[in-house]
């Protein structure tokens, strides 16, 4: 587990590399979700930068003064750090791509820009079964691709474009295959490490990651799990786990439990679809993209598949329980989570839903502590 | 003979004696229904609309009785269904057009309603009586911490109380918020698998300031959303609808706003001759479709207009002349005591923002082609577009009708229409020079934010707006 320090020190000081970079002209492009392409942004020259901060409250309420408080306080919190002025990353980057996919990152592109930020967005229709839709993204990556160009005045071409889908699908396979492991039991990797493992890859040296990867893989395979084999093993579902909100990861795997999969839309590479690397690359990266992942929450229809797909993981990973980590004033995923709950009942899955406003204050962790304790306590008790 | 509150009620909201026979059993198995007991019943008699309405007003009591009539027609939705109508289901904000020409091209085989608007208007602006609706939708499976729509808290439970029957399409406009379009899924999988649905959808991806309308990729993607939306909601219930049905419609439509903006302009003259709770739901039929039609909602706006105009003849207003009239974005008469305790204190409001045309939305459309013009018209709209394009026309607005502030906030459950208006205060505030208040509330659903809850805020902005003005 060196390896994940190691990659957890890099991505700490990921902030004075690209200080660097940017002091030798490279342009350094800030994103927000899931649907703006990594591959597009580094076949430009650029250095790409996932804006996915979160876990604290004062970020959010910072925000108050220019928004709604029942807004996401994870889309929130993606301004919330430089209003404070805490955000050593977002005063650098040469432009910010953020995804409209729903009200709470529009508002977030509102506020980028109010704050006379360097802001693009990239409209993504939920209403994704149609070719209306399919369409108006794959004409927004275009729009994007341009306006990179432009950026880094570099030309993104056709080899440029292979170069960095061929890296980034190399990352999504060798996450994969970690991810893999987890099925067995014990699994040699938990789920706080795994996400955090997720969040470090964003920000690695894209040449170096695949050998740390690689290596950490062979490790993982050779050692011995931190986890009892009769460890409860926990599904943990629902928006985003943010980078530095790990408070409950930990304390599932801190009360007994191991997370053994996640079911998240953001903050994890979706290490399931590789883009394909022959024909349209554009066009590749938009199915990929917009088609082929596992539809968001947001997405219409989309919570039918979603359940089938959550059933699967439960199925293959062998879970015993799903939390489900829902974030204040997310509507979307509250509704979802009421179907979920429900579903998890039918099929006598244990199921506990968490609600976080980043607050993780001693007052608001003992409360929290003894519910997901006594969730992992009532899955040892039921296998008896 | 023991006084029938029933009647009473249908004589309130401007039924003429020979209709009240004829109509009150009608009523009454509709207030079953709708879960009305004759408690209920007296306190809108005796108390609420009284309070809140302006009754000495025939147009006024007409239009709350045109209100009645839709809603009691809503709750036969389920009978005419099991007739074979087709029942074709909207909500807020959408462009009515479409569903108006449905229900004009066949009016015995389709029924159009966007029934969560006027259960919510009726039932709480009327009775104050929505709660049981919302809690029964917070019991099952929308909880209540999270601040949902009671719109669409109360196009679940209706449909979960049996109020209404499973729609043959409920063609869904998610072109402002998400959770409308996401709470029919819902309703789908959760509850009723025969609640079918047609969604329709608009990225919120133009950059600030951005003029939308002229951004011509913009409105042809929209008016292509909006033709394939339509085109699905026909294809399912199988019905075809001409271009000149759709004329039609827009020729009524039109007759009704020209009407409205007369209407608009008696508002803003001073003395305000009329409380907004009276006026604003005059507004309803140019966003939300009565399946009983406009007809008697027209004859009660004609009807108020004479009034109005006799009630400016004599210069007789709600308040002094002169006194201090703020815009306020939104208000809604299912909470109808914000707007009332604004006028308590000595300061009017003339008009709700929304309903308040800039000179751009008065212009005809740039496009023939009907899909095009109803997108053009869409991107005009305030609310519909991003916020430093809505500032301007706020702005505009606000000269207009030479108010002395504006009011923001009280839709603190919408994530798109309720979430910048705190941003759009800071803008507009910057641009007037004139007070921008906002004010963390709910327009539809009361419990949160009780009288007692608002008064110290309300009373406060009105203090500061007087005195201002002297």
């Not at chain 1, 943990?236 to 439990?257: M, N, Q, W």
């Not at chain 2, 009327?126 to 917070?138: D, G, I, Q, S, T």
């Amino acid at each position: 587990m060196d390896i994940l320090e190691g990659m957890a020190k890099t991505a700490r000081t990921r902030a004075e590399h690209l200080r660097e970079q940017k002091g030798k002209g490279v342009k350094i492009v800030g994103y927000v979700g899931r649907f703006v392409p990594e591959e597009l942004i580094l076949a430009s020259g650029a250095l790409p930068y996932l804006l996915c901060r979160g876990g604290q409250p004062e970020p959010p309420d910072a925000v108050i003064p220019y928004l709604l408080r029942f807004m996401s306080p994870y889309t929130r919190s993606q301004i919330g750090y430089h209003l404070l002025g805490v955000d050593p990353i977002v005063p650098m980057l040469d432009l910010i791509v953020v995804q409209c996919s729903d009200c709470h990152e529009s508002r977030l592109a509102d506020l980028f820009e109010y704050f006379k930020l360097p802001t693009v967005r990239l409209g993504v229709p939920t209403d994704w079964e149609k070719s209306l839709s399919r369409d108006y993204y794959y004409k927004g990556l275009t729009r994007l691709g341009e306006k990179l160009e432009d950026l880094t005045g570099n030309k993104i071409s056709d080899e440029k474009l292979k170069e960095s889908i061929d890296s980034t699908n190399k990352v999504r396979d060798l996450l994969k295959k970690i991810k893999l492991l987890r099925k067995a039991q014990p699994s040699p990797i938990g789920g706080y490490d795994f996400i955090r493992l997720n969040h470090y890859s964003f920000y690695c040296d894209s040449a170096e990651l695949p050998s740390q990867l690689n290596d950490l893989y062979g490790g993982l395979q050779k050692g011995k799990s931190p986890f009892s084999k009769e460890a409860p093993r926990i599904l943990l579902a629902g928006h985003v786990v943010a980078v530095g909100d790990y408070v409950v990861p930990k304390l599932i795997e801190d009360s007994g439990g191991v997370i053994a999969a996640e079911f998240l839309d953001e903050g994890m590479r979706h290490c399931e679809f590789n883009v394909k690397t022959d024909g349209d690359l554009m066009k590749n990266l938009g199915e990929t993209y917009y088609l082929e992942r596992t539809p968001p929450s947001i997405f219409q229809p989309a919570w039918e598949e979603r359940v089938e797909l959550l059933k699967k993981i439960i199925r293959d990973f062998n879970i015993d329980g799903v939390i489900w980590y829902q974030l204040s004033f997310e509507e979307v995923y509250n509704l979802e989570c009421s179907i979920i709950s429900r579903v998890m009942d039918e099929i006598n899955i244990p199921f506990l839903k968490l609600e976080s406003s980043y607050e993780y204050a001693r007052e608001a962790v003992g409360p929290l502590t003894t519910r997901v304790e006594s969730f992992v306590e009532s899955i040892k008790q039921r296998r008896g | 003979m023991a006084k029938d509150i029933y009647e009473d009620f249908l004589r309130l909201t401007g039924f003429e004696e020979d209709e009240i026979p004829k109509y009150l059993p009608e009523w009454r198995k509709a207030s079953v229904k709708l879960g009305l007991t004759e408690d209920d019943v007296k306190f809108a008699v005796e108390e609420r609309i009284p309070t809140y309405f302006d009754i000495k007003l025939e147009g006024v009591r007409k239009m709350l009785g045109s209100y009645l009539k839709e809603t009691v027609d809503l709750t036969k939705a389920s009978e005419y269904k099991e007739r074979g109508v087709k029942i074709v289901y909207g909500i807020l904000p959408a462009i009515l057009h479409f569903y108006y020409a449905l229900k004009l091209t066949a009016p015995d085989k389709v029924f159009v309603s966007f029934p969560d608007i006027f259960l919510t208007l009726v039932l709480n602006g009327f009775f104050h009586k929505l709660n049981p609706y919302l809690e029964e939708a917070e019991r099952t499976g929308i909880p209540y911490g999270c601040r949902h729509c009671a719109l669409n808290k109360t196009r679940y439970a209706a449909r979960r109380l049996g109020v209404i029957p499973s729609p043959d399409i409920s063609w869904i406009w998610g072109f402002i918020c998400d959770e409308a379009p996401k709470t029919d899924e819902f309703i789908r999988i959760y509850h009723d698998p025969e609640w079918k649905t047609y969604i329709t959808r608009l990225p919120h991806d133009q950059p600030l300031g951005t003029v939308e309308d002229e951004v011509i990729d913009r409105v042809e993607y929209l008016a292509s959303q909006m033709k394939d939306g339509f085109e699905a909601a026909q294809k399912e219930i199988g019905i075809k609808v001409t271009d000149g049905k759709i004329s039609e419609v827009v020729a009524i439509w039109q007759r009704y706003a020209n009407k409205l903006a007369e209407l608009a302009q008696l508002m803003a003259t001073d003395p305000q001759p009329l409380g907004v709770m009276s006026a604003r739901p005059f507004w309803e039929p140019l966003f939300c479709p009565f399946n009983t039609g406009v007809d008697s909602m027209e004859n009660a706006l004609d009807i108020v207009i004479k009034e109005v105009k006799q009630r400016v003849a004599r210069k007789e207003g709600i308040l002094p002349k002169g006194a201090p009239k703020l815009m306020i974005y939104s208000v809604h008469p299912s909470v109808p005591w914000i707007a009332k305790m604004f006028e308590d204190n000595g300061v009017g409001i003339p008009f709700p923002e929304f309903f308040t045309l800039t000179k751009k939305q008065l212009m005809p459309p740039t496009f023939e082609d009907p899909y095009m013009a109803a997108a053009e018209n869409w991107l005009r709209m305030s609310g519909m577009v991003n916020p430093g394009y809505q500032a301007e026309q706020i702005c505009e607005k606000m000269a207009t009708l030479n108010v002395d502030g504006l009011v923001m906030g009280l839709m603190d459950f919408d994530r798109w229409l309720g979430s910048d208006h705190r941003l759009l205060a800071r803008m507009i505030e910057e641009k007037t020079k004139l007070p921008v208040f906002y004010i963390e509330g709910d327009n539809w659903d009361d419990r949160d934010y009780s009288q007692e809850a608002l008064r110290t805020r309300i009373e406060s902005i009105c203090e500061i707006v007087k005195m201002r003005k002297a």
